[in-house]
């Protein structure tokens, strides 16, 4: 079992940057493969971006590709979501998540933990 704790969400305007942080804790995080989700106000939980357990290969929604960046150190049992020219569109809770695999899931069903979330807001 792992538990995740997100952190660095915050309030920023459009064009700037934020960079989120999910420690994980209670388990060998190297065995998990990541994943970022965000859930507008009214609206489904999406997938953002994934990484492989390892730090492997990463993958990425349509809407944040060329923005956003997903990386995992696991010596700090941390991954991080690097997010760069941020638009108001991007106004979510983000959610880190985790699950025992290999491989990236897009889907919130596949993921076996999640945290509690971190509000990002982003200005006009």
């Known amino acids: 079992q792992v538990q995740l704790v997100e952190s660095g969400g915050g309030l920023v305007q459009a064009g700037g940057s934020l960079r989120l942080s999910c420690a994980a804790s209670?388990?060998?995080?190297?065995?998990?493969?990541m994943g970022w989700f965000r859930q507008a106000p009214g609206k489904e939980r999406e997938f953002v971006a994934g990484?492989?357990?390892?730090?492997?290969?990463?993958y990425y929604a349509d809407s944040v590709k060329g923005r956003f960046t997903i990386s995992m150190d696991n010596t700090r049992n941390t991954v991080y979501l690097q997010m760069n020219a941020l638009k108001p569109e991007d106004t979510a809770v983000y959610y880190c998540?985790?699950?025992?695999?290999?491989?990236?899931?897009?889907?919130?069903?596949?993921?076996?933990?999640w945290g509690q979330g971190t509000q990002v807001t982003v200005s006009s």
């Open positions: 209670g388990s060998t995080f190297s065995s998990y493969t």
């Open positions: 990484i492989k357990r390892n730090a492997g290969n990463t």
């Open positions: 998540a985790a699950r025992q695999s290999i491989l990236v899931a897009t889907t919130t069903s596949r993921y076996d933990y």
